[in-house]
């Protein structure tokens, strides 16, 4: 018997799984919640900072990893390998050793000296000067990010954090992703040129692209701002089935393993979440928590789709495109509501279910938190309309889940438009498990087939596949897949009899849509 252990930075929590090799059997897993962040230190939601300190995330990893292993009660030279998947694009300024500011002297309470996680939007302004200065170079360097930068990306997120903190830029030797820098970490890193890259984050995140052989060229961030110098590039990625290394004794000290636990290249949480979950080709697979991210795989395209969050050869699995999509804000605009409201996601979804609802009804514009696809935005802001004096907080918090499935069936059309068959979905995360008024009403209005996977972490599930796979137990993640995966709990189908009304009221949310992008000059 032979185990890997799979671990999962989400938003609020680390999770860290003991997976058995040969059947992807859940053993034993442990949940850290990041104490810093959940004071809500550092951040500051006014002005969409959101920041999260390194020792939340260290101190996590340990905790769970021994917690599994005291739980577990196995032999840990059977541990095997450790794969990683974080939040992103979650990136932080490193110093010459690769660490973070915020663990060097005089940084330790400075928030650009932190990680700046994915929902983090400080970075609009300098988002906008990326996609106008990218129009004058001849070649188009977001041909394969959607043509649109975002402000929640790396290069934004970086001459931010260096144009808001002279203090934070001198000191700055480089800029590494959360998913990049924990298998550093776990391997002993002390040279931030060695560091082992995924090309998840690096393609989807950091305009790394096979077409111009790496990054763009150098000239086009120094013309862009000086500030953004040699300091910040690198030159060589890694597909995540793949070894970053071996655990340093530091580190199997610290967790109770052993020095021979080789570490993969770590991975954005959906992307391994999709392996997790089985992803077939022309499925979108779809990771819905606080807010959702879309992935599809396909044999490689001859064209790139515009309005995504990217398409990166190797990203999920190994030989095929992987392309990104995703919605801002899900489950962080259930809970604002219910928060708003003062009443339960339970409670609200009681009393929406038995709203009836009409061409008449409440509507909603889900772009609480921006839009991330299609076609990136973090200007726009969400909207009601058909509000009445019969309006209810449960019709609101109806009509708000309706627009967050418009924004997915939104994201489907673009991906059929540009030629790529969206033939089902496959639900993951904590609403797909958890909340069948969500799905049903995602499949009556995408007119899509849904699946349910039957492990409810698939993101750790992903990251032990991937262990398993860059520890040799399997040659290919496919047969990783395969092997381990937990197959699917149950399904959802449309209900034909809601598709017209469903067809009308869609049309009115691109209206609204539509409005709510000439007005955003006046927020």
């Known amino acids: 018997m032979s185990y890997v252990i799979g671990v999962d930075f989400g938003t609020d929590s680390v999770r ?13 897993s442990s949940v850290f919640y990041y104490p810093r962040w959940k004071e809500g230190l550092f951040c500051d939601p006014g002005s969409n900072r959101f920041r999260q300190h390194p020792l939340d995330h260290i101190e996590g990893l340990v905790v769970t990893i021994r917690d599994c292993l005291d739980k577990a009660g196995i032999d840990v030279r059977e541990i095997l390998g450790i794969g990683v998947d974080t939040t992103g694009s979650t990136p932080v300024v490193v110093n010459e050793a690769g660490m973070p500011l915020a663990l060097c002297p005089g940084f330790e309470q400075n928030p650009n000296a ?14 906008i000067r990326i996609n106008e200065h990218a129009a004058g170079f001849e070649r188009n360097y977001l041909e394969y990010v959607g043509g649109i930068y975002s402000a929640e990306w790396y290069w934004a997120k970086l001459l931010h954090v260096l144009r808001a903190d002279e203090r934070v830029n001198g000191a700055a030797r480089g800029f590494i992703e959360h998913c990049d820098w924990v298998p550093y970490l776990l391997t002993g890193g002390r040279d931030l040129r060695k560091v082992r890259r995924g090309v998840c984050s690096a393609g989807h995140k950091a305009l790394w692209s096979d077409a111009w052989k790496g990054l763009p060229p150098a000239d086009f961030f120094s013309s862009l701002d000086p500030l953004l110098d040699e300091r910040f590039r690198f030159d060589r990625v ?61 044999s490689q395209l001859d064209h790139a789709v515009r309005g995504i969050c990217g398409q990166v050869d190797g990203s999920v699995i190994p030989g095929l495109t992987g392309l990104e999509a995703g919605q801002s804000a899900f489950g962080d605009a259930y809970h604002w509501w219910a928060k708003t409201a003062g009443l339960s996601l339970e409670e609200l979804t009681e009393q929406a279910i038995l709203v009836e609802v009409t061409d008449r009804s409440e509507l909603a514009l889900d772009w609480l938190n921006g839009r991330r696809t299609p076609d990136s935005d973090q200007e726009v802001k969400g909207a009601f309309i058909n509000l009445g004096l019969a309006t209810t907080p449960a ?48 499949a009556d209005v995408t007119g899509k087939s849904i699946r349910i996977h039957a492990s409810d972490q698939t993101c750790a599930l992903g990251a032990a596949m991937f262990a398993a796979t860059a520890a040799g137990i399997y040659p290919t993640v496919m047969e990783a897949m395969d092997a381990m995966g937990q197959g699917f709990s149950h399904s959802y189908l449309p209900e034909p009899g809601r598709k017209a009304l469903y067809d009308r009221r869609y049309r009115v949310y691109r209206e609204l849509g539509g409005f709510a992008e000439t007005i955003k000059k006046y927020n």
């Open 16 to 28: 860290s799984m003991i997976v058995e090799a040969g059947t992807g059997r859940k053993l034993i």
């Open 114 to 127: 932190m990680f700046v996680i994915w929902k983090d939007h400080t970075a609009v302004a300098e988002a």
């Open 238 to 298: 890694y597909t995540s089935d793949q070894a970053a290394g071996s655990l340093s004794e530091e580190w199997a000290r610290r967790l109770g393993l052993h020095e021979g636990v080789i570490v993969a290249v770590g991975a954005l949480d959906a992307h391994m979440g999709a392996v997790g979950g089985q992803i077939e080709p022309y499925y979108l697979s779809r990771v819905m928590g606080t807010s959702t991210c879309d992935i599809m795989v396909t």
């Open 395 to 442: 019709s609101l918090f109806r009509a708000l889940a309706e627009g967050t499935c418009f924004g997915a069936r939104a994201i489907i059309e673009r991906f059929e438009t540009a030629g790529l068959p969206v033939k089902g979905l496959i639900g993951l995360g904590g609403i797909a498990a958890k909340s069948p008024f969500v799905m049903q009403l995602l």
